[in-house]
């Protein structure tokens, strides 16, 4: 039936493989040139930046990562926290090469309130960028996340961060 075929198709990841994803440090983000974590009153430390120029492809304003254990070939949700400092703000996010055809291009209008979004695709690649396309406006992002499945379940940290986080107190 219908019904049995859609819980079927379901598929919801585990792990979430990138890695300083909640906005405490840029350590295996790049280029981080302009990118800098701030205090949020909603969310805490996140991620911003305000371009200088507009994005109109190619990786300029771009925060990006790449991991050699991506999970390619496989159907992936990203997931993020977003707003910017002006309403109908431009965002992308891509794998690389990511394309309107394969769905792995991602368009989206920020508004100023925190809002979280997502889209799935097959990924093909070992990085993935999330890229503000207007210049002179500030986005926010925090709590990005790139897990196995079709569907976007609740932000976790990668485990290697949470392993980070208990060896690095005192």
Excluded: C
């Amino acid at each position: 039936s219908d019904i049995n075929d859609t819980i079927n198709a379901l598929s919801v990841g585990g792990r979430n493989y990138l890695l300083n994803s909640n906005g405490s440090t840029l350590d295996k983000w790049t280029p981080v040139n302009g990118w800098s974590i701030i205090s949020d009153a909603d969310r805490g430390n996140v991620f911003t930046f305000t371009p200088t120029t507009s994005w109109t492809g190619g990786s300029t304003n771009s925060l990006s990562q790449t991991r050699t254990d991506f999970p390619t070939d496989k159907t992936v949700t990203v997931s993020f926290w977003a707003k910017a400092s002006v309403d109908r703000a431009k965002f992308h996010s891509e794998p690389t090469g990511g394309s309107a055809a394969e769905n792995s291009s991602f368009n989206i209008t920020l508004t100023t309130t925190w809002k979280r979004y997502s889209y799935k695709f097959v990924l093909k690649t070992s990085r993935v960028y999330f890229m503000p396309v207007d210049s002179g406006t500030t986005y926010y992002i925090d709590d990005l996340q790139l897990e196995l499945g079709n569907m976007v379940s609740d932000y976790k940290q990668a485990p290697e961060d949470i392993v980070y986080d208990y060896t690095d107190k005192d």
